[in-house]
């Protein structure tokens, strides 16, 4: 691609030379520092147009001398269509320098976020995979998260209410809970329970500092209406008025809950004991079939806690070695093709459930994608567990 533009000065010269004299082909010279910033930098660019402001002034000399208007309207405007190009350039390649640091601080703060599972963990094999709906964005409102325990190995995944970057607090704040927390609690019920806890004090001092704005807001307002009051109102617009925050919609990002499900899969046992707060099944994959792990009075998702008391029933399932299961969250069974039907989740994983854990991700990474004409609505996250011999 970088040698293309000079092949291009020197076909145009060769064949503008040799036209008649009614063809004028130079002024298709600008063409090349223009392919030139597509593929180099300024240099390289300003480099090109120089070659090419050379190459029609050898056209000039050789057709109808230098001192014709038409070679010197040609010169002039390659000189100044150059000069924007080179321009154009460096702009550019300043914005891209500016979006390379932006992005290496979004990144490491992402994987700070989002910590990638481990490939081995005690007597487990891991493997995840995460698709945000954001463009650019690497994390959104789902999440994983595993941590050791004396006596096996704990996981969190969940799915934040909303989609995107908007629901980036939520999800760190459960992250943070899950691993300061999951090694502490002896039982799943009592992780589950702080878990809640946790996040329904943080929508409570989320609500108390929107009232608190809501008020200033107010107070705002009415000292506005009150100056307003005391100006003089010949020839004044009657300007609308707002409703008061008591009369608005309430606000949706006061509505936020996390669906999640919490395993603990013990070391000594072949068993895998499961909550599932409102989240979307695991599946049990196994050489005979797919089978989905339902609870029989699944909780409510964490933040609600607090609307009415929550009893956390654990569910235990045979976890043999070589079984493996797959958590998802609701954006890989809810995401829709261009006839609005949704992922067949279950269909598709049978064709490749003998893979290997990250194998498995991969050939459904690209299914959904492929699925969904690569635009998902939603986040979406997979993890798969394989308990190894």
């Not at 695991?282 to 409510?300: F, Q």
Request: one cysteine or more.
């Amino acid at each position: 691609m970088t040698a293309l533009p000079l092949a291009l000065i020197v076909l145009i010269t060769v064949v503008d030379v040799l036209s008649p004299a009614a063809v004028h082909l130079g002024p298709l010279l600008i063409v090349a520092p223009a392919l030139t910033a597509s593929v180099a930098g300024p240099r390289a660019t300003a480099g090109v147009a120089l070659l090419a402001l050379a190459a029609l002034t050898v056209i000039g000399a050789v057709r109808d001398g230098l001192t014709t208007i038409n070679i010197q309207s040609q010169l002039s405007a390659q000189v100044i269509v150059s000069a924007l190009i080179v321009g154009l350039r460096v702009l550019r390649e300043r914005h891209e320098r500016e979006l390379t640091r932006v992005r290496s601080v979004s990144e490491a703060a992402q994987r700070v976020l989002l910590r990638p599972l481990p490939e081995r963990i005690g007597p487990l094999h891991l493997a995840s995979v995460y698709l945000a709906a954001e463009a650019e964005a690497q994390v959104g409102g789902d999440l994983y998260a595993a941590a050791r325990t004396a006596t096996g190995t704990r996981l969190l995944v969940g799915d934040v209410r909303g989609k995107g970057l908007s629901s980036l607090g939520d999800a760190a704040l459960l992250l943070g809970a899950f691993r300061a927390a999951a090694h502490l609690h002896t039982d799943l019920p009592s992780l589950a329970a702080y878990l809640d806890g946790s996040v329904c004090w943080d929508l409570a001092q989320l609500a108390e500092a929107r009232r608190t704005e809501s008020r200033r807001a107010e107070t705002r307002q009415a000292e506005s209406r009150s100056a307003e009051t005391r100006r003089p109102s010949a020839g004044r617009a009657e300007r609308p008025q707002r409703l008061p925050p008591s009369e608005r919609a309430p606000d949706e990002g006061g509505e936020s809950f996390i669906t999640a499900v919490l395993l603990d899969i013990p070391d000594d046992t072949e068993f895998v004991h499961l909550i599932d707060c409102g989240h979307p099944p695991p599946l049990l994959l196994r050489p005979e079939g797919v089978t989905t792990l339902s609870t029989r009075n699944p909780a409510p998702p964490l933040g609600l806690g607090e609307l009415a008391p929550v009893t956390y029933e654990v569910q235990t399932f045979p976890f043999l070695p070589g079984d493996r299961l797959l958590i998802y969250t609701d954006g890989v069974i809810e995401a829709r093709d261009a006839q609005r039907r949704f992922y067949p989740l279950t269909d598709r994983v049978t064709a490749w459930q003998t893979e290997r854990p990250a194998v498995l991700l991969n050939h459904l990474r690209r299914d959904l994608l492929t699925h969904v004409g690569h635009r998902l609505d939603d986040d979406a996250a997979m993890v798969v567990v394989e308990r190894l011999p």
